[in-house]
């Protein structure tokens, strides 16, 4: 299903990547998406939430209240079996406040340093959160992605934990895989697979309100 007239739906997040591969996975779709970016004095979200579902449903009903609009906001991280699920909802500041992926790619390293490879396995979860412009949480959806951490860089596309994440069945890594494979394979894909039909739906039945 597709909506003929094209939809609106911000994306309640600054990271340009994340936003891109959101773009590409719902425009197909007549699903116009952009960013917070694009708004004027958007105050920050505080992620205070200890699980994905949490932070993503914060981030949406407040971004949605702040700007009167329809907000998707998700989510992500890496789980590592061998660290106990870290970093987790921490994925993205890892590496203290001031964290840059490559600065929590080293601590990741510096955390698995002596642990065997075939005991680095870990998973990504998307959990995505649909507000209203009232800010009421009208669709959620999670996903999730199974690899290997490797430890050194590979690839050049995606971001955060992309170049270390191995995906064994194609031999490589979330930064050597092709956009057209990701977004069938990863985490926010298989979560948006089940989410775009009912997003969709939602948004049509909204317009013709």
Known sequence: ???????????????????QEIAQLLEPHGIQVVGIADFADIPEVVEDGDTF??????????TATAINEWVLAEDSGLSVDALGGAPGVYSARFSGEDATDER??????????????EKRGGHYTCHVAISS?????????????RGRIIDEARGDNGFGYDPYFLIPEFHQTF??????VKNQL???????????PRLVRLLLSEAQI
């Not at 299903?1 to 936003?19: A, D, E, P």
């Not at 949490?54 to 949406?60: G, Q, V």
């Not at 412009?133 to 992605?145: D, F, K, L, V, Y």
């Open 1 to 19: 299903m597709t909506i003929k007239k094209s939809s609106r739906l911000v994306v309640g997040s600054r990271n340009r990547k994340k936003l």
């Open 175 to 180: 930064g050597e895989l092709s956009s057209t």
């Open 133 to 145: 412009p009232a800010g009421e949480i009208r669709m959620t959806e999670e996903g999730t992605c």
């Open 104 to 117: 929590n790619n080293q601590k990741l390293l510096q955390e698995l340093a002596g642990v065997a490879p």
């Open 186 to 196: 990863s985490h926010r894909a298989r979560a948006f697979q089940r989410l775009t």
């Open 53 to 62: 579902a949490a932070n993503a449903a914060k981030k949406a009903s407040e």
